[in-house]
C-alpha cells in the first residue's frame, strides 16, 4: 500500500477554487511535492514546500502544510479547463531525495 | 533548457523480448532517477544515479532489470525477457545534488511499454 494517501477524483466548476487534500506519514519528510500529469506526458512540477514551513503562495497556487496531522493541500484559485490533469503528491525523504508518490487525484473542471 | 528526454515515447514487444529505454536528463544534473508508473498509480521508484554511480536500487527492480549511466550524462534501462507486468510507464527524472537541500526533480515525458 502507498504511505502518501490522496482522494482519487474532484470535479468543480470553472472558475470556483479547486482545494486537492494529500496526507503523508513520515514524518522526517523534508520537502513535500505537487506534481501535474496531462494525459500521456510525465510530471510537470507545479510547487514543493519545505517542512518548516506552513504555507507557500505562486500565482493562482496556494499549498498549506500541517505538520501535526501530515496534511497537506493544494488549492487553485479560479480553476480553469486546462487544469484538468490528474495531481500528484509526493514527499521526499532523506539526502537521497527519494521520492514516494501518492495514486494521483483527477481534476475535471466542467465549464 | 530542453529538459528531461526520454526515447522512444512508446515501445510495443512481444513477451520474452528484450527492451531499452534511454534517458537524457537536463545537463547540469549529476542525479538521474527511473520510476515506474501503472495505470491508476503514482510514479514508484525503481533506481537512482549521482554522476555515473548506481546509489540505490527499489525491490522492484528484479534481475531482469539493468540500469546503467557510464559516463554521468545520460542512463539506460534494460528489461531482459520481458512479461507480460512489465507493461508500465517508464519515467526518468533528473535533480541538481541535493548538499544540505534537497532539489526538486524534473521528469520526462516517459517511454510507454506494452507487452502482447
Known amino acids: 500500500g502507498e504511505d502518501v494517501e490522496q482522494s482519487l477524483f474532484l470535479s468543480v466548476r470553472e472558475g470556483d477554487s479547486s482545494v486537492i487534500n494529500c496526507t503523508y506519514t513520515?514524518?522526517?519528510?523534508?520537502?513535500l511535492y505537487w506534481y501535474k500529469q496531462e494525459p500521456g506526458a510525465g510530471l510537470q512540477l507545479l510547487t514543493y514546500?519545505?517542512?518548516?514551513?506552513d504555507m507557500k503562495q505562486d500565482q493562482r497556487l496556494t499549498v498549506l502544510l500541517n505538520k501535526k496531522d501530515k496534511h497537506l493541500s493544494l488549492r487553485i484559485a479560479d480553476t480553469q479547463t486546462g487544469d484538468s490533469a490528474i495531481y500528484f503528491c509526493?514527499?521526499?525523504?532523506?539526502?537521497?531525495?527519494?521520492?514516494?508518490f501518492g495514486a494521483g487525484t483527477r481534476l475535471t473542471v466542467k465549464p | 533548457d530542453t529538459g528531461v528526454s526520454q526515447d522512444p515515447r512508446h515501445k510495443i514487444t512481444k513477451r520474452g523480448q528484450n527492451v531499452t529505454f534511454r534517458c537524457d536528463p537536463i545537463?547540469?544534473?549529476?542525479?538521474l532517477y527511473w520510476y515506474r508508473q501503472t495505470l491508476g498509480q503514482g510514479p514508484e521508484f525503481l533506481t537512482y544515479?549521482?554522476?555515473?554511480?548506481?546509489?540505490?536500487k527499489s525491490r522492484l527492480l528484479s534481475d531482469r532489470f539493468s540500469a546503467e549511466r557510464p559516463k554521468g550524462s545520460f542512463s539506460t534501462l534494460e528489461i531482459q525477457r520481458t512479461e507480460q507486468g512489465d507493461s508500465a510507464m517508464y519515467l526518468c527524472?533528473?535533480?541538481?545534488?541535493?548538499?544540505?537541500?534537497?532539489?526538486?526533480?524534473?521528469f520526462g515525458d516517459g517511454t510507454r511499454l506494452s507487452i502482447l
Open positions: 527524472a533528473s535533480s541538481p545534488a541535493g548538499g544540505l537541500s534537497n532539489q526538486p526533480q524534473h
Open positions: 513520515d514524518s522526517s519528510s523534508t520537502y
Open positions: 514546500i519545505f517542512s518548516n514551513m
Open positions: 509526493a514527499e521526499s525523504i532523506g539526502r537521497d531525495n527519494d521520492m514516494r
Open positions: 545537463s547540469e544534473h549529476n542525479r
Open positions: 544515479f549521482q554522476n555515473e554511480a548506481q546509489l540505490e
